[in-house]
């Protein structure tokens, strides 16, 4: 070993054990911190189901590949971490002599190969990657971009450390060839050496550039060690265990899509007959208060900005961005942190848990972060702001795009919980639907005993469960569609085409209440349960005797649809249910329905949320668009599961929108530029909102908002195509 080798082997030593101890420091904080959370023993199951998802998800990369470009250049980059991380350990031989090299596998060609293509893989992907960064960045001229408010020193400084990293493997690899050191054929290392042919033979030269390779490796170490909250570095660590431990890992879709997480207390569900709210956790009001995995989504964030790209509140200039929302409880939650590992914290009463000789010691900043209300305006010091909690309508297109799972909508529905139903502080005019669903079973406030008001001027007879002995079908029909002049359309469509087709189906009438679905998603938990208990004890009775398959629902509102089918089961409701959408397709496919004359003017369909993205219901709708239509459907830009929302969902559609550009005015003008005369809907929230926006647009007499079911109904019964236009937009 000579004199070179002596130092760079004792400062790659010293740097190494720096950082390793910074690294091991960190870990230990960021455990300490994620473990402040609420107990979450769900995660724990099916160990198998979530290791499989886990290797899918990374190793596949089955989310970012939605990106295509930017997802195969990620992929890249992140083979080439993990399998380059063998040349990092490579380099402390290196550094040592320089005919170092791995013991074993050091010397295979076949390795040589694969690490040589990986790298230059890895070369190319962190360039793009680095070019896509410079090309959103948000101080770009043309104004926001799915960036802004990220960390960008921390990007540019992750993307800079791997390209120098993989630049001084092959500066290494070159010395090596100049050196006569390599073991390696042409055939196999072509860029190395290629770079060999370029430099000197300078022996010392392998080491030196070991050298620099190991510190800049430990520099990267050391800078996320001391920022514990630099997501855009730790994902690379934490993503492994956050998509392991995601809700529902066999799920298709995202796992906080669908069906909210039931409202816990000390992780079981909360039992409301019992539920003491000075014993019991309502909602979400402390950070501390989210479950470990909460704190686990928060510290895993990669700040990449694709959730706010997609999110339409974001995009109609709204506070709400789902990114900045779990970075600001990410930073306050490692803020907050030495005052709740010293024992601090409030009680459900609101008293404080530690002693002053506990907090005696505790950082002043910390205890100021600790006085910080959750929710509150700037002027209160919240976290966060009311007006970010409320933008939200639920699409779920954060959770569908995020590539490491984090559950928006569920953290943000849990502190809306808390607002509601301990604070009783959200926007004045939802305390009206909300009244309405107590008294009246219903959002509307009308009389119960016009449910059934849809069904005069058919001809034929709508039976009702109890006047028939058996039927296939039980017809949910839902608020919307018994009440709502528009719906009712769409309710009468529904009936014609199954009584056209020879179904069999029932409806409960006057026994039907509302779903629950605005009361959950508000966060009135106690109301949701109220109105679901009573539904699930009605259809339980209609059902008695009959095996789950047989327990057949067919509902018109994705809202309902996603409640029933994903829901109830929390509450003993075990059903099949299906959209209508998938009803008719069948009908279709099966011949059971004929199109006889199809509709012309161009047609474009809008995914609703809770059918689309929640769901996964793309094809039916389409399929029967395609048979009643003359020509192709016309797609919108943003459509399947990254369509725009309407902006009624998460209960919006009796909250006014105030701020910014209305959503539903957004996603009309986008329809409209498609030139459809058309636009198709399957669920009546979109129904409401996009007849207003085209209203809104003075195009009412050119642009037709018509449910899918009608459309069809235009095309196997053309004589009533007339009578069965849709009646003027009533606003909702």
């Known amino acids: 070993m000579g004199s070179v080798q002596i130092v760079t082997t004792i400062l790659a030593a010293a740097i190494t054990a720096v950082a390793v101890w910074l690294a091991v420091r960190a870990v230990m904080k960021m455990t300490a911190v994620i473990r402040l959370g609420q107990p979450a023993p769900e995660r724990f199951t099916d160990k198998g189901a979530r290791t499989r998802k886990m290797l899918v998800e990374t190793a596949g990369h089955t989310r970012m590949l939605k990106w295509s470009v930017v997802g195969a250049a990620h992929w890249f980059v992140m083979v080439g971490f993990i399998v380059l991380s063998l040349l990092v350990l490579e380099a402390y031989f290196e550094v040592v002599t320089p005919g170092g090299g791995l013991p074993i596998i050091g010397h295979w060609t076949i390795f040589g190969l694969a690490t040589e293509w990986i790298g230059i893989l890895g070369l190319a992907g962190i360039l793009v990657l680095m070019a896509i960064r410079l090309r959103n960045r948000p101080t770009r001229p043309g104004g926001r971009s799915r960036f802004t408010g990220s960390t960008m020193w921390q990007g540019y400084f992750v993307e800079w450390v791997v390209l120098l990293v993989l630049i001084f493997g092959f500066v290494i690899r070159g010395f090596k060839v100049a050196t006569d050191h390599f073991e390696y054929p042409v055939w196999a290392t072509p860029l190395s050496h290629a770079v060999g042919a370029a430099l000197p033979a300078w022996t010392a030269g392998v080491s030196v550039a070991a050298l620099i390779k190991i510190a800049i490796s430990m520099t990267w170490l050391i800078v996320i060690s001391l920022n514990v909250t630099m997501g855009v570095a730790w994902h690379r660590f934490l993503a492994f265990p956050n998509i392991f431990f995601k809700r529902e890992p066999a799920k298709a879709a995202g796992s906080g899509l669908g069906a909210l997480r039931p409202m816990m207390s000390d992780g079981k569900p909360l039992d409301f007959e019992e539920a003491d709210p000075e014993k019991d956790q309502f909602g979400v009001a402390q950070v501390e208060q989210f479950t470990w995995k909460g704190l686990l989504d928060f510290s895993t964030c990669t700040e990449c900005g694709r959730c706010q790209s ?239 398959s047989k327990r057949k629902i067919v509902a018109t509102c994705p809202h309902c649809f996603n409640t029933l089918g994903n829901e109830y089961g929390q509450l003993g409701g075990e059903f099949e249910v299906v959209h209508h959408t998938q009803l008719l397709a069948h009908l279709v496919a099966t011949g059971k329905l004929t199109p006889v004359q199809p509709v012309d003017g161009g047609v474009t369909y809008h995914d609703p949320c809770y059918l689309g993205r929640h769901n996964r219901v793309f094809a039916p709708p389409r399929e029967v668009l395609g048979t009643a239509i003359a020509g192709e459907l016309t797609e919108m830009p943003r459509n399947s599961e990254r369509s725009f929302c309407c902006g009624a969902g998460g209960a919006r559609m009796w909250m006014e929108e105030k701020i910014g550009k209305r959503i539903n005015v957004e996603r009309v003008e986008e329809a409209m530029a498609t030139g459809a005369k058309t636009v198709a809907v399957g669920c009546p929230f979109c129904s409401t909102m996009l007849s207003d926006g085209v209203n809104g647009k003075g195009a009412g007499e050119q642009v037709e908002v018509i449910d899918v079911a009608s459309v069809l109904l235009r095309s196997v019964r053309p004589e009533q195509a007339q009578g069965d236009k849709e009646a003027e937009p009533v606003a909702g």
């Open 310 to 548: 997609q999110c339409p509140a974001w995009n109609t200039g709204k506070p709400l961005s789902p990114k900045l929302l779990v970075l600001s409880l990410r930073d306050h939650a490692y803020a907050k942190a030495p005052y709740l590992l010293a024992g601090g914290g409030k009680d459900l009463t609101g008293e404080e848990k530690a002693t002053a000789a506990q907090l005696a010691h505790v950082d002043v900043l910390a205890l100021a972060e600790a006085d910080k209300p959750l929710i509150g305006t700037a002027e209160e010091g919240g976290v966060i702001d009311p007006d970010v909690l409320w933008s939200c309508t639920t699409c779920g297109a954060c959770v569908e795009q995020c590539p490491v799972d984090i559950e928006h909508v569920d953290h943000i529905v849990d502190m809306r919980r808390y607002q509601v139903l301990i604070e009783s502080s959200f926007p004045s005019e939802a305390g009206v639907m909300l009244r309405n669903l107590e008294n009246k079973g219903n959002p509307w406030g009308a009389p119960q005993n016009t449910r059934e008001d849809w069904t005069k001027g058919l001809d034929f007879e709508v039976p009702r469960v109890g006047e028939v002995d058996d039927f296939e079908y039980l017809f949910w029909v839902g608020c919307a569609g018994a009440f709502e002049d528009r719906a009712k359309k769409t309710t009468r469509a529904v009936a014609t085409l199954l009584h056209e087709a020879g179904v069999s189906f029932a409806i409960l009438g006057e026994g039907e209440t509302c779903s629950g679905d605005p009361a959950r998603r508000i966060g009135n938990e106690f109301v949701f349960q109220m109105l679901a208990q009573q539904n699930v004890e009605t259809l339980n009775e209609a059902f008695e005797g009959r095996e789950k």
